[in-house]
């Protein structure tokens, strides 16, 4: 069977563990040589070590593939800049960039604390926006010194289905998950003139951040088909980061065990124009005329 990234330079953040562990992996079956961004840390994000990153290098390499780890905080604007030169530094190349890294603060709303916002919004939204940022920087360079043709660049962002539709508990991480959709929009309509698509994934799996969260859905089996195993979601990374996916870009795919499908989100509804400014009193009329038209509202994950 033919390796579909074969020859490609790929980078994996948060690469240490769970989903990104299993990208990082699957990248390398299919021929990827992998950067392995991880800097360690707990669950919370505190703490850090090198031994999750050194891990996957490590196995990566002693089944045969190319592998290096990096412990560059992506979230910190060198950071960032560092992990992208690691790759070139390593093989004269960057063809995929996949954010993956992040971890969680659940709060409810009325006692989650400024810190806990922070930090969520950083290592997912800055996370995402700072790594690809240097990339397409790289990107476009090479594009002008080759010419069309010359980048076939892919960006593969982790959204959540907490982005797309909320999850109480957890309004940091739906905002910054919400957010990096948007930024996979953005990113699909400038990076398109490089020869670089943008996507996003949703994915549902068991990981450290929802075992405790969807504790019961996430069992695993006693038998058949693990629906939840974070291997389930890296097939549609390696596809997405081969020359096979050309042209398709600004999507948000969702994908749960074997069940894949195509987010679909904010357009525009049912509308009147009233071709004049409106009376306050007189919306009520027209705002329920339109909520009687509109698709019910999706309850967020928990209500």
Not at 31 to 42: E, L, Q, S
Not at 61 to 78: F, P, V, Y
Not at 199 to 217: L, Q, W
């Given at each position: 069977?033919?390796?579909?990234?074969?020859?490609?330079?790929?980078?994996?953040?948060?690469?240490?563990?769970?989903?990104?562990?299993?990208?990082?992996?699957?990248?390398?079956?299919q021929g990827?040589?992998?950067?392995?961004?991880?800097?360690?840390?707990?669950?919370?994000?505190?703490?850090?070590?090198?031994?999750?990153?050194?891990?996957?290098?490590?196995?990566?390499?002693?089944?045969?593939?190319?592998?290096?780890?990096?412990?560059?905080d992506i979230?910190?604007?060198?950071?960032?800049?560092?992990?992208?030169?690691?790759?070139?530094?390593?093989?004269?190349?960057?063809?995929?960039?996949?954010?993956?890294?992040?971890?969680?603060?659940?709060?409810?709303?009325?006692?989650?604390?400024?810190?806990?916002?922070?930090?969520?919004?950083?290592?997912?939204?800055?996370?995402?926006?700072?790594?690809?940022r240097h990339?397409?920087?790289?990107?476009?360079?090479?594009?002008?010194?080759?010419?069309?043709?010359?980048?076939?660049?892919?960006?593969?962002?982790?959204?959540?289905?907490?982005?797309?539709?909320?999850?109480?508990?957890?309004?940091?991480?739906?905002?910054?998950?919400?957010?990096?959709?948007?930024?996979?929009?953005?990113?699909?309509?400038?990076?398109?003139?490089?020869?670089?698509?943008?996507?996003?994934?949703?994915?549902?799996?068991?990981?450290?951040?929802?075992?405790?969260?969807?504790?019961?859905?996430?069992?695993?089996?006693?038998?058949?088909?693990?629906?939840?195993?974070?291997?389930?979601?890296?097939?549609?990374?390696?596809?997405?980061?081969?020359?096979?996916?050309?042209?398709?870009?600004?999507?948000?795919?969702?994908?749960?065990?074997?069940?894949?499908?195509?987010?679909?989100?904010?357009?525009?509804?049912?509308?009147?124009?009233?071709?004049?400014?409106?009376?306050?009193?007189?919306?009520?009329?027209?705002?329920?005329?339109?909520?009687?038209?509109?698709?019910?509202?999706?309850?967020?994950?928990?209500?």
């Amino acid at each position: 069977m033919s390796k579909i990234c074969d020859g490609r330079v790929a980078i994996v953040t948060g690469a240490g563990r769970g989903i990104g562990r299993a990208h990082a992996l699957e990248l390398a079956r299919q021929g990827a040589r992998v950067v392995v961004n991880d800097i360690g840390v707990a669950l919370d994000g505190q703490g850090g070590s090198q031994s999750p990153a050194d891990e996957v290098a490590e196995l990566i390499r002693g089944l045969g593939g190319e592998a290096i780890a990096s412990h560059d905080d992506i979230a910190d604007w060198a950071g960032a800049g560092a992990l992208i030169t690691r790759a070139l530094d390593a093989w004269g190349r960057l063809d995929v960039l996949v954010n993956n890294a992040g971890f969680v603060r659940d709060r409810m709303l009325v006692s989650a604390e400024e810190q806990d916002w922070d930090a969520v919004i950083r290592v997912h939204l800055k996370g995402h926006f700072a790594p690809t940022r240097h990339a397409a920087a790289h990107w476009r360079a090479r594009a002008k010194a080759g010419g069309p043709g010359a980048v076939q660049g892919r960006v593969i962002n982790t959204s959540s289905g907490a982005g797309l539709r909320g999850s109480v508990g957890q309004a940091a991480y739906s905002a910054a998950k919400a957010g990096i959709a948007a930024l996979t929009l953005v990113e699909a309509a400038e990076l398109g003139r490089y020869g670089v698509t943008a996507n996003a994934i949703a994915p549902a799996a068991r990981t450290r951040m929802t075992e405790t969260v969807f504790a019961e859905m996430m069992k695993a089996p006693e038998s058949g088909f693990d629906a939840m195993a974070p291997d389930n979601i890296a097939p549609l990374v390696a596809w997405l980061a081969s020359a096979d996916s050309d042209g398709v870009t600004g999507r948000v795919f969702e994908l749960a065990g074997g069940k894949l499908g195509i987010a679909e989100g904010w357009s525009e509804g049912p509308t009147v124009d009233k071709g004049a400014r409106w009376e306050a009193a007189e919306l009520g009329g027209a705002v329920r005329g339109l909520l009687a038209q509109a698709r019910a509202v999706v309850p967020p994950y928990g209500a």
